[in-house]
């Protein structure tokens, strides 16, 4: 079974989809909807179906990017053709699923129901520095969104407790304003560790929206339910799965 976490702030038709009830096997086994894994590509069509049958959407309205860690930002009027590569998508058109794969980066999933427009960023911490998040919510502006009506759910990301950096990361949030060492604690040595959600967030209300939440959710610290590159990476596996995270109208 497929299990598919939600959030209150969003009330349109939406899912921040966990490894759970998916084909796949192995290192990905579950719900892995990376086509950019080595995954089998017959399989990870496989996973992608049921989500978009999850959301009552036909396989190819599920549209996810090539991610650049970018703030690039399209506006969608129908499914492209091909993956484009981007970080975020905003539409009104109804029909279509915007989604973003995730394994730690932050998924960002935005709606102003009374204007009916959405958006879905990918957000770690470079695009989130770069103004990702900024750049979603203007072009769902330019689409007729208000403000203050747009809500905006940070899902599954990497906690701080599970995020250790170094000081050259450090020094390169310093550098931007010397208020972001809020988003740091000290860890072992010279180490730190970042709280990328609470960074999202301020970016996210920074921007003057209507409502910003995290789900509450560390990919790091429950490999039963999500994927994560850093944990991957810690074990020595050759790849790892993507989290997909959809909204839709």
Known sequence: MLE??????????????????????????????GPGSTDQTAIVAINR????????????????????????????????????AADAMVTRTPGIGLAVLTADCQPVLFADPDAGVIGAAHAGWRGAQGGVLEATVDAMVALGARLAAISAVIGPTISQRAYEVGPEFFAAFMAETP???????????????????????????????????????????????????????????????????VIRL
Do not use: M
């Open 179 to 245: 208020d972001n060492s809020r988003f740091f604690a000290q860890g072992p040595g010279d180490r730190l560790k970042f709280d990328l959600p609470s960074y999202g967030l301020q970016r996210l209300r920074s921007t003057g929206i209507g409502r910003a939440e995290w789900t509450g959710h560390c990919t790091y610290s429950d490999p039963d339910r999500f994927y994560s590159f850093r944990r991957s990476t810690h074990a020595a596996e050759a790849d790892y799965g993507r989290l997909i995270s």
């Open 49 to 84: 179906a049921r989500v978009a049958e999850a959301l009552d959407l036909p396989p190819d309205a599920l549209v996810s990017l090539n991610q650049i860690h970018s703030a690039t930002v399209l506006t969608l009027t129908e499914p492209p053709t091909g993956r484009i």
């Open 4 to 33: 598919i976490l939600t959030s209150d702030a969003l009330p349109l038709r939406h899912g921040f989809f966990t490894r759970k009830g998916g084909a796949s096997s192995g290192i990905f086994a579950g719900l892995n909807c």
